[in-house]
């Protein structure tokens, strides 16, 4: 059974006992509603590490949509046996008074990968992701990091300010996990009707479509972005938010296709908001 | 003999090594020009921890004024020669290239503190020091970590930060040092000619004069502060940036005198920029 720790003086303590006995610790950042994707987190640190933290805190200062943070699924019971299932040694889950006790005023700001795509249209979004992360890597101070490659752009954050700021994490990429019909896992998933569901395989079938459009040569942003758009364009009750062909590391869009590339979009179904990304290998 | 160590992964491997002997690590972040101010913070931190690293680092990002930091005082040998005769175990002294090997695009930022004062004259100073030691925690990791009080404002916007961001370092305040005059030491007096020396020491005395007033029963700010001014007043080579009552821990102008304030000022002697401060207790 994975232990249950709610405040930052117990969870410094405990840690402190396990890093004494020289275990490794890995470390999954968690806004709970736990699913597959983040069992695929868990499984990744338990294959790296000694030792694996689990935090489940849905965090207030990353959501710039009130409606949003609100709704956000919590049952930490469920995540708590979910956690145990994967062999997790502590689950953090503080409350919001525990991480922030007066009105946050001190962020972290990463620059440049914070720009366009999420960045754009959820301001101050990725300023409290990455200060939130930096709090709870204070906190945990693990070996290693694991970050879902569903989230593109905030691993792309993250490992920037990792850099920037010299922090002693080790950050782990961990592949996508997809329902069979390709739609990527998350929390957001339960939010979608019946119908909402069958059109959000759309989103990774439009990726798939500008993957597919680089692997048969082209090479033209507007061509490979157009074979994407064109899938979503079938259904109109899916708004696109955006569809970016960007560099894979700094996230900034590019003009050609010589780097590693990512093609990222972000799409609404109702209310629901959606994200997912394929990365490519560069090409000539 | 003080070791002296330049790059980072050298200094992470040195210090994991003393870690694991169980010793507790004591860190003093300078810029150089080390004097007897730098002298009592390497004193108190070796009476407070088993090892002490003190870092000499002229910070580029916290210089808003190119001059000020290419004038900036810099001599390694002398810096290690006095380290050393305080029992310095470690002086860590990278290059630029070192703690920015690409242009610096991730900042820490403490909001509230770090308005007014030197804040509203350095736009951008307090951005660069929170980076920086940020920076330097994570590359040092220490258990305690020596600031001066003459850098009030600094010491406050640090305290801030390590509370705001959980980071795991214990903050220690060190009394000013100052010449029998009363001129708090700085790297800067050394750019004073002999007459701006002089007139310098009406620095400190101004403060001592709004204390002075304060402890005679002085409680209307606008009076405290004449008190302090009226001094600064009387050399004409003198130019006043700010003369301030502030609160104490959060360095914002107060209204009245029930809390722990700090007098704190910036004069001009020519080209040379000279701060200092004196708190007080609560009065009532």
New interface residues.
Partial sequence: MAELITD?ASL?SRLSGVRKTGATIGFVPTMGALHAGHGALMDAAQLGCDFVVVSVFVNPIQFNNKEDFEKYARNLQTDLDFSSTHHVGVVFAPSQEEMYPAE??????????SKGLCGEFRPGHFRGV??AV??LF??V?PDLAYFGEKDAQQLAVIR??VQ?????VGIVPVPTVREPDGLALSSRNQRLTQEQRVHARLLFQALDAARISVMTGSRRISEIRGAGLKVLAGEPRISVEYFEIVDAENMQAVTDMSGRICIAAAIWLGSVRLIDNLSLPPRS
Same sequence: chains 1, 2.
């Fill in positions: 930052i410094r946050q005023d001190t962020f972290v700001e990463v620059l440049k990968v990455a200060t930096a709090k204070n906190i101070q920037r300010m920037s700021l010299n922090i002693p």
